[in-house]
T-cell receptor
Framework: GQNIDQPTEMTATEGAIVQINCTYQ??????LFWYQQHAGEAPTFLSY????GLEEKGRFSSFLSRSKGYSYLLLKELQMKDSASYLC???????????FGAGTRLAVHP | GAGVSQSPSNKVTEKGKDVELRCDPI?????LYWYRQSLGQGLEFLIY????????KSGLPSDRFSAERTGGSVSTLTIQRTQQEDSAVYLC????????????FGQGTRLTVV
């Protein structure tokens, strides 16, 4: 079957670093995505990994290990505006269905 | 268009009525997704279109839900005989093609069934 898990909530301090983990199970895999969603808004794309390793984009980095079915999103130099939900999603094989996890609500406090 | 457009942005309907939700994807995007998001929850996959075809309808919750896409562009999601549990935000996303290296979301339609 297909399954994707991530922590429900996390808190962190402004200026710190936070790592949000995601594990997944699927029979076919065509890539792992991270999206950011502020309350009441649509999700926006953050990153895409299809090969193992780390992809860095400014303050955000995303890591993928396909053999372990594991990814993480690393946020550095946290800002208050980073308070949002972070959605992990994988692109399944076959019909290329984009399957989302329930999201991790990150609260950044001063 | 510049982005994915959904209409209406808000819809309040009485239980038992039919509703139709519309999605205008980004021009040239062949892949189109519908998701449902209840308050504080993740995105629940409903249906996926590649062109006008829907190879995966497995996420539709019941036979009261249907969707179509015409001309490889606009898509409509229809909910018949709405129930209170259908209340949610319905999000549409489109991507350039099946590789879906980035999906762009519309602002959603907030459906409230009273």
């Amino acid at each position: 079957g297909q399954n994707i898990d991530q922590p429900t909530e996390m808190t962190a301090t402004e200026g710190a670093i936070v790592q949000i983990n995601c594990t997944y199970q699927t029979s076919g895999f065509n890539g792992l995505f991270w999206y950011q969603q502020h309350a009441g808004e649509a999700p926006t794309f953050l990153s895409y990994n299809v090969l193992d390793g780390l992809e860095e984009k400014g303050r955000f980095s995303s890591f993928l290990s396909r053999s372990k079915g594991y990814s993480y999103l690393l946020l550095k130099e946290l800002q208050m505006k980073d308070s949002a939900s972070y959605l992990c999603a994988f692109l399944s094989g076959g019909y290329n269905k984009l399957i989302f996890g329930a999201g991790t609500r990150l609260a950044v406090h001063p | 268009g510049a982005g994915v457009s959904q209409s209406p942005s808000n819809k309040v309907t009485e239980k038992g009525k039919d509703v139709e939700l519309r999605c205008d994807p980004i021009s040239g995007h062949t892949a189109l997704y519908w998701y449902r998001q209840s308050l504080g929850q993740g995105l629940e996959f409903l249906i996926y279109f590649q062109g006008n075809s829907a190879p995966d309808k497995s996420g539709l919750p019941s036979d009261r839900f249907s969707a179509e896409r015409t001309g490889g562009s606009v898509s409509t999601l229809t909910i018949q005989r709405t129930q209170q549990e259908d209340s949610a935000v319905y999000l549409c996303a489109s991507s350039l093609d099946w590789r879906n290296t980035e999906a762009f979301f519309g602002q959603g339609t907030r459906l409230t069934v009273v």
